[in-house]
């Protein structure tokens, strides 16, 4: 009988000890025996970003707290943290909510900056809101209205381009342009050639005289002197700009016969421009194209977009 009861008391206290090893572990594994004083800090948001009180708080991923509280404030969001190291806490931490992991949570993650003065304990931190799937759902859902008004600006642009295309009168219009740039391009040349030569004997005339005239007159009163030496700067700039304008002269001539050989193309039927001009059987699939295309915006403005995301889950 007296060695039963010696049993069960050692069991008893086998489990009462086990007991209390078990409650320990879990106390000093969550904090509440072996640690250091926990001391807080304030971190204004300008929204929630979701967190909630008792989410972690990480510095470089390692938890080093928790959340205690969320409230609003005047700028956004203020949100109370405690933590149980601030040794590398600077004056320019700052912190931010991020996801937790990809199937739901929050942590706030700080940076604890590169500044050399601590930052006091109580003292609040400038925050941000990391983007994640909700967010873009909601951005998408927010530029949904936008989207029809550009699909409706297409529509109107397609329908301007339809009309252009076969307006009979567009094509004659287009070839006179072209036609009438080509000429005035021409004479412009022609002109210039035709002047040039006077033009230089103006401009060494001019030099000369000025040349002359400050031999004539250079002891004379330094006001007279300084208007001559300014009449030939202008003499030799004016030399300077024949010389552009000759530069000038070679890349009208260049550019007319750029657009004479443009002209010519467009009229013979070779390339883009002149395929839509000539090319019956291309004009009748652009305008084919178009009225497909305008029939397809008037489907998406009148029904919308169907999207459908799964989350989480395999179709």
């Keep these: ?139 998408f859902g927010r530029l949904s209205g936008r989207i029809e008004v550009v699909l409706a600006r297409l529509d109107t642009l397609t329908a301007a381009a339809s009309e252009l295309v076969n307006d009979k009168q567009f094509i004659p219009d287009l070839k006179r342009a072209a036609a009438g740039a080509a000429g005035t391009l021409e004479q412009t040349n022609s002109f210039m050639r035709m002047n040039k030569a006077d033009i230089s004997n103006l401009i060494q005339q001019v030099t000369s005289l000025a040349d002359q005239l400050n031999v004539e007159i250079a002891d004379k009163s330094p006001e007279i002197d300084s208007l001559l030496s300014g009449l030939q700067d202008v003499a030799h700039r004016a030399a300077g700009t024949m010389t552009l304008a000759d530069t000038a002269l070679t890349h009208v001539a260049d550019l007319s016969e750029n657009v004479n050989v443009t002209v010519d193309r467009v009229n013979s039927g070779q390339g883009l421009v002149g395929r839509l001009l000539y090319d019956e059987q291309l004009s009748r699939q652009l305008d084919s194209t178009l009225v497909e295309m305008r029939m397809l915006l008037q489907q998406l403005n009148k029904h919308g977009l169907n999207t459908n995301v799964r989350i989480g889950t395999r179709p």
């Design 1 to 139: 009988m007296n060695s039963q009861s010696s049993r069960e008391v050692r069991v008893g206290v086998v489990s009462l000890v086990a007991i209390i090893l078990l409650v320990g572990g879990f106390a000093f594994g969550s904090g509440w025996l072996g640690s250091t004083e926990m001391v807080s800090y304030h971190v204004s948001f300008p929204t929630s970003g979701g967190i909630q009180p008792g989410e972690p708080v990480t510095v470089h991923g390692v938890k080093r707290g928790k959340v205690l509280a969320v409230a609003n404030s005047a700028q956004g969001v203020v949100v109370d943290i405690a933590l149980d190291n601030i040794d590398d806490i600077t004056s320019e931490a700052s912190a931010e909510i991020v996801m937790l992991e990809i199937t739901g949570g929050k942590r706030i993650e700080l940076n604890p900056g590169s500044g050399s003065a601590t930052l006091p304990v109580g003292s609040n931190m400038p925050g941000t809101v990391a983007a994640d799937i909700s967010s873009l759902v909601g951005l």
